[in-house]
């Protein structure tokens, strides 16, 4: 593998503060404001603040693998660099080719939901953008009285349970979803322009989102009914029918196949293989590594920082959102704003400064992610396994300005025309076999090369990435079959860009004489 030199390479300008806000920038937006209750509503009710507690304990185990490579090796490529170094160019190819997939689309699915707050903030003061361009392409929406244009598929149930004819409401089928297009060039330029100047911004959407976040938590405990808890695990039909009832054990099986996910225990897995999204932010600090200023002391206090203070914010908002109200009506993009609208006409000052917080909290994770997938691209491109161009650093600003410029195209182009369920799904299935593979990577090379100097070193091992892998694997498992067949045939593709050009360019077998 090769590294990039320091002169005429990225700048080092970022602080330990700079990557632990980076991290915290990446991991509280989307999974907050709006993956918590979408995730409550179609999976584990109340319970999914046992979902975020099981996440939450996959990513401390993987948080620590990562710390200790992070220090040892850094270099910009988060676990692709990791794995090049454990277990060779193939399986760095497989991670580095997975990375792109949880990068690019996590960019475009936070911009999705940046899309759902803006929209809602400005019909707050009578702004109303045209609605066939406010989605998803083909997605249908209904303009229901107070409410305004939501998804029809999200509230057909609750608008049939009223009394309500869908038939006699205004619909409308998107065409593009413009303001996450929108969102995604503007960040795009921005990261053009400097590593730091992208930095400072994100410190200021950071102390703007959490201080927001607190205070929702603590006027919101105020206003919680406790029977909005109840029960706090819904029962998932086919866990809490009797085996004896469906004549077979084969027939129980097979209704629980069709029924998996949909509260009860399944659907707490389901629900933390579904919000594990929302902790890829420290895996974005690692590729960070090669503009870190003391990279060995600085990378794991922001790695673990962000990791530990996301987490406790996570779990108190599940537990003060679903506790305003019920779960039931958390499917939105907007759920801390309802959680908000909940409160009553005394609290309505709230609702613009959350929308606000939220507005600022996803910009902040676009931004990382962005800031993310193009310096993959540029280790790849180093090694010899991409097209030279993925490596070229602006002469003036000192950034992989031509990656990051691909990157934010076919982000914006994903975010115009799929919908955030598809890509948080594909997102969480990329970020956990990374997770995977920076595990067992760390149990390899303490095997393979113990003399290797580790200025952090990940505790009991082999019992710590054990644990993280399996845990990893387990909420891939959750996950429904059809995101699994999406990978599948995005590692397809992958495998051919490697046999086709990836190995041909290899510097590494080019260096060893194996190039033909």
């Avoid at 990435?465 to 999406?486: H, S, Y």
Wanted: hydrophobic fraction near 50%; charged fraction near 10%.
């Amino acid at each position: 593998m090769t590294e990039s030199k320091e002169t005429g390479g990225l700048k080092r300008t970022l602080s330990a503060l700079n990557l632990t806000t980076l991290g915290i920038g990446a991991m509280i937006g989307a999974g907050i404001f709006v993956l918590t209750g979408q995730a409550a509503a179609q999976y584990a009710g109340p319970a999914i603040v046992l979902s975020f507690v099981v996440s939450g304990l996959a990513c401390g185990f993987a948080g620590l693998c990562y710390a200790e490579f992070a220090s040892m090796i850094p270099i910009a490529g988060s676990a692709y660099t990791y794995s090049y170094a454990t277990l060779g160019e193939f399986f760095a190819w497989i991670i580095g080719w997975d990375l792109i997939l949880e990068y690019l689309f996590a960019a475009s699915t936070v911009s999705v939901g940046w899309s759902g707050y803006v929209v809602s903030f400005l019909k707050d003061f009578n702004i109303n953008l045209p609605p066939q361009f406010t989605d998803a392409t083909g997605t249908i929406l209904v303009n229901i009285p107070e409410l305004g244009w939501k998804p029809l598929n999200a509230f057909a149930h609750s608008l049939a349970e009223s009394g309500v004819s869908i038939d006699s409401l205004p619909h409308v089928t998107c065409v593009l979803n413009l303001p996450a297009m929108f969102i995604v060039a503007l960040l795009s330029a921005l990261l053009v322009i400097g590593i730091k100047e992208s930095a400072n911004f994100n410190n200021i959407m950071v102390i703007t989102k959490v201080s927001v976040i607190i205070l929702f938590i603590a006027l919101g405990f105020m206003f919680v009914k406790s029977a909005n808890w109840h029960p706090f695990i819904p029962p998932n039909k086919v866990e809490s029918t009797p085996i004896s009832e469906y004549g077979s054990f084969w027939e129980w099986l097979k209704a629980y196949g069709s029924e998996f996910g949909k509260y009860g225990i399944s659907g707490i897995l389901r629900g933390a293989g579904v919000i594990f999204f929302a902790y890829i932010g420290f895996d974005a600090v690692s590729t960070a590594a090669q503009e870190a200023k003391n990279p060995q002391k600085d990378m794991p206090v922001g790695i673990l920082g962000s990791l530990s203070i996301s987490t406790v914010l996570y779990i108190l908002v599940a537990i003060v959102l679903t506790g305003i109200v019920s779960y039931k009506t958390l499917n939105v993009a907007d759920s801390v704003a309802v959680g908000v609208d909940a409160m009553g006409e005394g609290m309505f000052w709230l609702r613009p400064i959350v929308k606000l917080a939220a507005i600022a909290g996803l910009s902040s994770v676009i931004l990382v992610m962005l800031l993310g997938q193009p310096r993959i691209f540029f280790t790849m491109s180093k090694d010899g396994l991409l097209p030279p161009v993925f490596s070229k650093v602006h002469p003036r600003f000192k950034t992989p300005y031509v990656s990051t410029i691909i990157t934010g195209v076919v982000a914006m182009i994903i975010a115009g025309i799929l919908p955030i369920r598809i890509l948080g799904e594909l997102v969480s299935i990329g970020t956990l076999l990374a997770f995977i593979i920076v595990c067992l990577s760390v149990l390899i090379l303490r095997k393979t090369k113990p003399e290797i100097e580790r200025p952090f070193r990940t505790p009991w091992v082999p019992v710590i990435p054990v644990l993280g892998a399996l845990i990893c694997f387990i909420q891939m498992a959750a996950l429904p079959l059809d995101t699994w067949l999406r990978l599948l045939v995005w590692m397809s593709i992958g495998f051919c860009i490697y046999f086709f050009y990836g190995i041909r360019h290899s510097k590494v077998r080019s260096e060893n004489g194996k190039d033909k």
